[in-house]
């Protein structure tokens, strides 16, 4: 009857109550945990992202510090071809003195006195 | 009297299940939410490992770069310094040479024949 109606609904409602009250305790204790996990995960972005700019740094010197050695390849064969080029001019004289020393040598001489 | 005290329960009770799924409905909001800035943060996180990982071989390859030119700068040391020593055997060569020749040329000679 009338009477036992609202009981049973009591009921139902202090069950399902109930379970809307454990339901929302786990529901935050799942947010607090994904809370918990993204504050880790952000502190990992920002670790990254300080060694990427490190390494960047890092090649960008390394560049630097290729040309530098690239100039100075530059130079060293500069100095090459110019001391190359000297050497080849000293060959050639030498060549002719040696030349010119075999001439007056074949030529006959008073002796000293 | 006691047949009224189970309505008014009824009711607290009634309004409290409802509260109860509201919160439980934005939690629920919110979990997901959550797990979708997760993904993207995680996603973020490959990415970044991805550049670093990128930005580490560059660092590694321009290295590498460094020492084939700083031995290229060595050979190229040695090579000016033989280079040098035999500029310098030339030159002393040569004066010995023209030495020779201001000897020669200061003896009086027969005139050719």
């Not at 009338?2 to 202090?14: G, I, V």
């Not at 945990?33 to 990992?44: A, G, H, R």
């Not at 530059?74 to 080849?88: C, G, I, V, W, Y």
């Amino acid at each position: 009857d009338a009477a036992n109606l609202p009981l049973t609904d009591l009921d139902k409602l202090k069950h399902e109550n109930h379970s809307f009250k454990e339901e929302l305790e786990r529901a935050k204790k799942m947010i607090e945990k994904q809370q918990k996990k993204m504050e880790q995960v952000i502190s990992k972005i920002r670790m990254l992202e300080d060694q990427l700019a490190n390494e960047e740094g890092t090649s960008n010197a390394l560049r630097e510090e290729i040309m530098m050695k690239e100039n100075n390849i530059q130079q060293l064969r500069f100095a090459m071809r110019e001391l190359s080029a000297r050497n080849q001019e000293l060959i050639e004289k030498n060549l002719i003195l040696q030349e010119t020393i075999g001439h007056s040598e074949s030529k006959p001489q008073l002796p000293e006195m």
